[in-house]
DNA sequence: ACCTGAACACCGTTCAAGT
DNA sequence: ACCTGAACACCGTTCAAGT
């Protein structure tokens, strides 16, 4: 890739982290170019696709995905605990920016997604956090990663959707936990 | 009201039914004009949010609210079944157009929307269910209907927005239903 | 009082012309 | 090989002109 390109690549990143975290992943392409300098064009080329942008732009993500889950299963605590100290990292984990509990849940379940390699991380980690918990014994049978992934993608979805904070549906997620718990 | 405006405005809502039935709740509303054979500036005229129209299309949905309430209060059973009946019901009454969970669920939480008075008939009716769960002692304390809504609410935006029939969310309704249960 | 439809704004997307 | 920005399409929304 040639220099000058390589480096209006980089901004248009930079610039969509931006206007991602001001007005969320459903924010005007048209403000990203304009505010990387570049031409709509430009942003295009790079990026076929809205998703593949949010793509780029979640790689400094899958980062903190993994913190959050070293943290996690770290927990030296009752797996139950486990759970429910999963279900928020999760939830909030994909609320970081407006529009992300929806884009990453619908990508969850669709395989073509631009977006789907980022969504195959956490739907990892959350299989390493299930798969403990059923060692330990405390998920009911039959229980899957992804159902843990729509579940709380769902309510965090609503949530977002609502603007409100992901703290107010900490209640919500215990009754999940119930559910899934034996 | 004149004639022919009351002529127009019935025209457009059967239009919008149409529309909304054949391509979700956030179809074009040019199209919805054209349909009905009416200037845009007639649609806004009687509709100034897309809400309201939606408002008005969904008045006959009231009808199988009740409806469906009635026949799941009317169930002899074991409460616990009546609870996922419930669950199950609900979600389907959200789920008949696209787009309809995620603004239904929305609207539940935000009392200001155009839609707000459906989306009480159908809290109010969930009011009467989580009632008489509470009753039977079936449901755990603290359980609200607001929670039955955003909860069951959630899961079935997230099918809708995958384009996934209604009827794959049973098993998440039933984690549902168990973690709302003693 | 109500309706029409042109006009405007906004945004995504493409592509001919330029470097 | 890459970039620019005008141009097009689409849609929501308004409003002057008409009935």
Chains 1, 2 share one sequence.
């Not at 931006?18 to 990203?32: I, K, P, T």
Request: with cysteine; proline share 5%.
């Amino acid at each position: 890739m040639r220099a000058d390109a390589r480096r209006n690549r980089d901004l248009i990143v930079e610039s969509a982290r931006e206007v991602f975290r001001e007005q969320g992943y459903n924010a005007s392409l048209d403000l990203v170019a304009k505010r990387a300098g570049v031409g709509a064009g430009t942003l295009y080329r790079h990026f076929p696709s809205r998703e593949d942008l949010v793509n780029a732009v979640m790689q400094v993500w899958v980062d903190r995905v993994e913190e959050a889950t070293e943290k996690v299963l770290a927990f030296e605590g009752p797996p139950r605990e486990l759970l429910d100290q999963w279900l928020m990292t999760y939830a909030e984990l994909i609320s970081l920016h407006k529009g992300g509990p929806a884009k990453i849940t619908a990508a969850m379940v669709q395989p073509d997604s631009p977006i789907a390699p980022k969504c195959k991380v956490l739907r990892d980690a959350t299989s390493r956090v299930t798969d403990r918990l059923h060692e330990e014994g405390v998920l009911r049978e039959g229980i899957t990663a992804e159902d843990v992934c729509r579940l709380v993608g769902g309510v965090a979805t609503v949530a977002d959707g609502a603007e409100q904070p992901v703290s107010e549906i900490e209640p919500l997620l215990k009754v999940l936990a119930a559910g899934m718990a034996r």
